[in-house]
């Protein structure tokens, strides 16, 4: 049986400071994201299972539609 190591305090931060420097987020809407996040425990394996909607996303983090789709495709999966 392989065990996995419970990810770093940091990983979903500087997953999202990455990623809101490539997308060109704003900073206040980035740290409102990465607190809401990080209150409700996701981390950036979680943000990419299909089990959480866009929908979702936006109303947890107050992203826009398009922030959010670029959070749960392509610029997750392009930094994990």
């Known amino acids: 049986m392989h065990l996995s190591l419970p990810p770093q305090p940091d990983e979903l931060e500087n997953f999202l400071d990455a990623f809101g420097m490539r997308h060109h987020i704003d ?11 990080q209150i409700a425990c996701f981390t950036p394996d979680v ?34």
């Open 27 to 37: 900073n206040g809407a980035l740290e409102k994201a990465k607190t809401a996040l």
């Open 47 to 80: 943000l990419i299972e299909h089990t959480v909607t866009v929908d979702h996303l936006k109303e947890l983090t107050e992203l826009s539609e398009g922030e959010v789709h670029a959070l749960n495709t392509s610029g997750l999966a392009s930094h994990l």
